[in-house]
């Protein structure tokens, strides 16, 4: 997957060796991809609402004769 912009998160410090921890390991290769499947997991329990929003609309647009 190609990277977009850069953006800059701060964390404590628990999370950040949690991280290292994860590259280290070899489970993953940056620490952008650890963070990226841990915001893949909170969207699949947590999914934005601006997508609840959209699968509403289009749920009515369907209905339609």
């Known amino acids: ?6 953006l800059t998160v701060s ?3 628990e999370l950040r060796r949690f991280i290292e921890i994860q590259v280290a390991t070899g489970r ?3 620490a952008s991809e650890v963070v990226r499947a841990g915001l893949r997991l909170l ?13 509403a609309h289009m749920t009515v647009i369907q209905k339609k004769p």
């Open 28 to 30: 993953y290769q940056t």
């Open 11 to 13: 964390l404590t410090p």
């Open 43 to 55: 969207t699949a329990v947590d999914p934005p609402r601006h997508l609840d929003h959209a699968q």
């Open 1 to 6: 997957m190609p990277a977009s912009d850069p």
